[in-house]
Nanobody, 119 residues
Framework: QLQLVESGGGLVQPGGSLRLSCSAS????????VGWFRQAPGEEREKILC??????INSYANSVKGRLTITRDKDAVYLQMNSLKVEDTALYYC??????????????WGQGAQVTVSS
C-alpha cells in the first residue's frame, strides 16, 4: 500500500524559504500525478499545485503564484516555498491522483508537514 511522507517543514520568518519533500513507500510516485494541499487552522483544505507524471504543472491557488513551485524527480516531489508570508502557515500535504490535474485524489494521505511563518 502506498504511503506518502512529507518532510522539510518548520518555522521560518516572513520572507524566508523552505523546501518540502514528498516521498513514497510501498509504491512509486513516478507514474502518478502528485499534488500539494494545505490546511490552515480553522480553514478548508486548499489545493495548491499539481504536477503530472509528464511534468505538466497546474496551479490552483492565486495566493502562491510566483512564490511556491512544484518539481519532481524519480524519487520525490518537491514544493519550493519562497517569500513566505504569515498566511502561508498551514499543514502541507502531498497526494497522488488518478488524473493528471489532481482532481481525482487517491485515498492515500500522509501526516503532513507543518509550516509556520512567524517573526
Amino acid at each position: 500500500q502506498l504511503q506518502l511522507v512529507e518532510s522539510g517543514g518548520g518555522l521560518v520568518q516572513p520572507g524566508g524559504s523552505l523546501r518540502l519533500s514528498c516521498s513514497a513507500s510501498g509504491s512509486t510516485l513516478g507514474y502518478s500525478a502528485v499534488g500539494w494541499f494545505r490546511q490552515a487552522p480553522g480553514e478548508e483544505r486548499e489545493k495548491i499545485l499539481c504536477i503530472s507524471s509528464s511534468v505538466h504543472i497546474n496551479s490552483y491557488a492565486n495566493s502562491v503564484k510566483g512564490r511556491l513551485t512544484i518539481t519532481r524527480d524519480k524519487d520525490a516531489v518537491y514544493l519550493q516555498m519562497n517569500s513566505l508570508k504569515v498566511e502561508d502557515t498551514a499543514l502541507y500535504y502531498c497526494i497522488t491522483a488518478y488524473d493528471n490535474k489532481c482532481r481525482d485524489v487517491t485515498p492515500y494521505w500522509g501526516q503532513g508537514a507543518q509550516v509556520t511563518v512567524s517573526s
